[in-house]
C-alpha cells in the first residue's frame, strides 16, 4: 500500500530539505497530507462498501438458516399427514426427501454465507482500526504541519535580519557612518575654532584700546614735563 511509502516521505521531507536545500518541506509535507486525505477518504469508503457487504451477507445467512429450518419442518409435518392417512406413505418420504435435501442444501449455504459474514465482519473491524489510526495521524500531521509553518516563517524572519546584519560592513554602512562622525567632528572643531579666533579678536581690541589709552595719559604728563622744564605756565591767559 502506498500510504506506508507517502508516510515514510512526510517524514524525510523536513531532513531531506534542510540538509540538501532540494525541496520546501512545507510544500512537500502538504502534498502528502493531500494524498493521505485522499486515502482515507477512499478508505473509509471501502471500510462502507465491506461493512455493507458483511452486514447484506449476515442477511442472507439468516435467510438460508431459516429456510433450512423451515424445510425441516416441512419434512415432518409430512410424515405426520403420512402417519394420520392424510397422505400416501410414498408419496410423503417422497415430499420429505425433497424437504430434507433442501434443508441440507440451505444449511451449507447458510454454514458458508456464516464464514463469509465473520470474514467481511473482520475485515471491516480491521478497516474501521486503520482508518481511525490513520484519522488519528492526518489530525496530528495537520497541527505538526502549522508548527512547522510557523517554525518556517520565524526563520526565514531570522535568517533575512543575520543576512542584513551581516552585509551591513560589505555594503560599507559602518564605513559611512564613522566618516560621518569623522566630519561632524571636524566640523564642530572647526567651529570651535573660529570661536576660539573670535573671541581672540575681541580680546586683542580690548587690549589695543588701554594701550592707546594708556599712551594719551603718557603724552600728556610728558608734555606737562617740557611745559614744566621751559618755565610756561599751566594756564594760557
Not at 502528502?32 to 471500510?47: K, S
Not at 415430499?95 to 458458508?112: D, F, I, M, P
Not at 471491516?124 to 510557523?150: G, P
Not at 622744564?229 to 594756564?235: A, H, M, N, P
Request: glycine share 6%; charged share 35%.
Amino acid at each position: 500500500m502506498n500510504i506506508f511509502k507517502r508516510i515514510f516521505r512526510i517524514g524525510q521531507a523536513e531532513i531531506h530539505a534542510a540538509v540538501e536545500k532540494m525541496e520546501d518541506p512545507v510544500k512537500m509535507t502538504e502534498q502528502g497530507l493531500r494524498e493521505l486525505r485522499e486515502d482515507l477518504a477512499n478508505a473509509t469508503e471501502a471500510y462502507a462498501k465491506v461493512k455493507a457487504l458483511a452486514i447484506r451477507t449476515e442477511n442472507e445467512r439468516e435467510m438460508c438458516e431459516k429456510e433450512s429450518v423451515n424445510y425441516a419442518e416441512k419434512a415432518i409435518l409430512i410424515m405426520q399427514k403420512a402417519q394420520s392417512g392424510d397422505v400416501d406413505i410414498v408419496k410423503a418420504e417422497q415430499l420429505a426427501r425433497e424437504a430434507l435435501s433442501l434443508r441440507r442444501k440451505y444449511y451449507q449455504e447458510a454454514e458458508t454465507l456464516g464464514v463469509q459474514a465473520a470474514g467481511l465482519q473482520q475485515s471491516s473491524q480491521d478497516m474501521l482500526k486503520n482508518t481511525e489510526i490513520l484519522k488519528s495521524n492526518l489530525e496530528k500531521w495537520e497541527k505538526e504541519l502549522k508548527t512547522l509553518k510557523a517554525r518556517v516563517k520565524v526563520s526565514k524572519a531570522t535568517e533575512q535580519v543575520n543576512k542584513q546584519l551581516a552585509q551591513i560592513d560589505n555594503n560599507g554602512t559602518i564605513a559611512m557612518l564613522e566618516r560621518m562622525k569623522a566630519k561632524v567632528e571636524d566640523q564642530e572643531a572647526l567651529a570651535k575654532a573660529y570661536g576660539e579666533i573670535a573671541h581672540g579678536k575681541n580680546d586683542l581690541k580690548d587690549e589695543l584700546n588701554s594701550l592707546l589709552k594708556n599712551d594719551s595719559l603718557s603724552i600728556e604728563k610728558d608734555l606737562q614735563a617740557i611745559k614744566e622744564k621751559l618755565g610756561i605756565g599751566g594756564s594760557n591767559g
